[in-house]
């Protein structure tokens, strides 16, 4: 997920995806310590994914705050 998409996103639409995101990197944790996955660095992503939904949402906040 880019940045682009992220600022498409509406607040309710970006909770959401926050959610997701993290419940998905919880199960590849989990996944890892117990097996092996097929490939590492899709928890680098999703961790990188949840960090710009949380920048993105936090603009908001600021920008909201602000007006």
């Known amino acids: 997920m880019n940045i682009e998409e992220v600022k498409a996103l509406d607040d309710g639409d970006l909770r959401v995806q926050v959610d997701r995101c993290r419940k998905e990197l ?3 944790r989990v996944k890892a310590a117990t097996e092996s996955i097929d490939n590492p660095r899709e928890i680098r992503s999703l961790r990188h994914d949840v960090a710009r939904l949380l920048t993105e949402r ?3 906040d600021i920008e909201g705050s602000q007006s």
Do not use: E, T, Y
Request: net charge positive; charged share 50%.
């Open 58 to 60: 936090r603009r908001r």
């Open 26 to 28: 919880f199960n590849l």
